[in-house]
């Protein structure tokens, strides 16, 4: 979990060097995670719409982007 909060907090990072905004996803299954990200688009949806649905895994989400500071919930 720990290494995928930091591989999170780097997509973030990167991110933020280009215009536009990002959906960053942490995914954790309880064994293992994956980040995921994708642009933020009008009429697309790559989550569903409450992440409580997900009952196999734990997901956060957070936005990243040019025009979005760092979370917080990911310290440097």
């Not at 956060?60 to 982007?65: D, I, Q, R, S």
């Amino acid at each position: 979990m720990t290494a995928g909060l930091v591989t999170a907090r780097a997509v973030s990072a990167a991110l933020s060097r280009y215009p536009g905004r990002f959906n960053v996803i942490l995914s954790y299954d309880g064994e293992c995670c994956a980040v995921r990200f994708h642009k933020i688009r009008a009429r697309q949806r790559w989550l569903l719409e409450d992440l409580e649905e997900y009952v196999d895994e734990g997901v956060l989400v957070f936005e990243a982007g040019s025009e979005m500071p760092p979370p917080a919930l990911l310290p440097a």
